[in-house]
């Protein structure tokens, strides 16, 4: 950790590497050994925070007691960290993380977590989290999905809001993928309900969502700063919509990081994910070529 924290040339790649170690780090002790033996290290108060907001949002998404308490000791620590190191969006990235614990009533929620919107109709929410974090990187990937989840968790019309982010996502900006996400999640919900088919990946919005990441985005954006996610969720939306040019590209891109989300939504079973992403790239890649398929963490 130290030493990945410490080559980190971007706030984007500051932010990706703390989020995937601290998704390791919350399941042991190693993040509270560091502060103890270090306990001015910048790097390491900041990682005492990150590893603080995933296990709150570990035991949040497993519905177990104390959630509010563990809230309050991860806010804290993101104060703590955002004090130490003013100009790091990352303590402000954990504190838009949190939003999605608070109340889906505006009216019981925390004060940061009901302000007004940045366009009009859009819903109440943490916008003055988020603008922090554009103070400090503009288009920061996490935050805006943080954001989502948050829109997502307060019942609030999530449509509206990937629909506004992508009529500005500048070029080359992986924010022009949040629709995919939001459709993927919203198709995995409903098919398992028997109310969807796959002709819901070749219409109208999501078509439009799906060509405007292919063509606004992939072939924009620098390939270093790829995220696996990102690539899987366009991939399985070019396949699932019949958009065969290009597919193989972004197949290719893939290479050996596969991640289940989305394919578990769109296969015969949710436990057939591999299987599903394996027969969708067989038809656009002739070589598979990168060794055998990872599992790829969250980014």
């Not at 955002?82 to 969006?89: C, G, H, L, N």
Request: charged residues 20%; proline residues 8%.
């Amino acid at each position: 950790m130290k030493v990945l924290l410490e080559t980190c040339d971007t706030w984007a790649l500051r932010t990706s590497r703390t989020q995937v170690l601290a998704a390791a780090a919350a399941h042991g002790d190693a993040v509270e050994a560091w502060v103890q033996e270090e306990p001015q290290n910048v790097n390491a108060v900041t990682m005492q925070a990150r590893v603080a907001v995933e296990r709150t949002l570990n035991a949040h998404r497993a519905g177990q007691q104390g959630v509010a308490l563990l809230a309050d000791r991860a806010r804290t620590a993101c104060w703590d960290a955002a004090r130490r190191w003013p100009e790091d969006p990352v303590p402000w990235v954990g504190l838009l993380a949190l939003a999605q614990v608070d109340s889906p009533d505006v009216r019981e929620r925390r004060p940061e977590h009901r302000m007004g919107p940045w366009e009009y109709m859009l819903p109440y929410g943490p916008w003055g989290l988020l603008h922090k974090v554009q103070e400090r990187d503009p288009g920061n990937r996490e935050a805006w999905h943080r954001m989502l989840q948050a829109m997502q968790a307060y019942g609030a019309n999530a449509h509206d809001f990937v629909r506004w982010v992508s009529t500005w996502a500048p070029t080359g900006s992986p924010l022009a993928l949040l629709p995919l996400y939001l459709h993927a999640e919203h198709y995995g919900k409903q098919r398992a309900n028997g109310q969807l088919t796959p002709l819901y990946w070749t219409r109208d919005p999501v078509s439009h969502y799906t060509l405007r990441a292919l063509t606004w985005w992939f072939p924009q954006a620098d390939a270093t700063s790829w995220s696996p996610l990102d690539l899987n969720h366009l991939a399985q939306a070019l396949h699932s919509g019949g958009f065969g040019d290009g597919a193989g590209e972004v197949f290719d891109a893939i290479g050996p990081f596969v991640t289940p989300v989305p394919w578990k939504y769109v296969a015969d079973a949710p436990e057939r994910w591999l299987e599903e992403f394996e027969r969708a790239r067989s038809r656009y890649v002739r070589e598979p070529g990168a060794g055998p398929l990872h599992a790829g963490r969250r980014r």
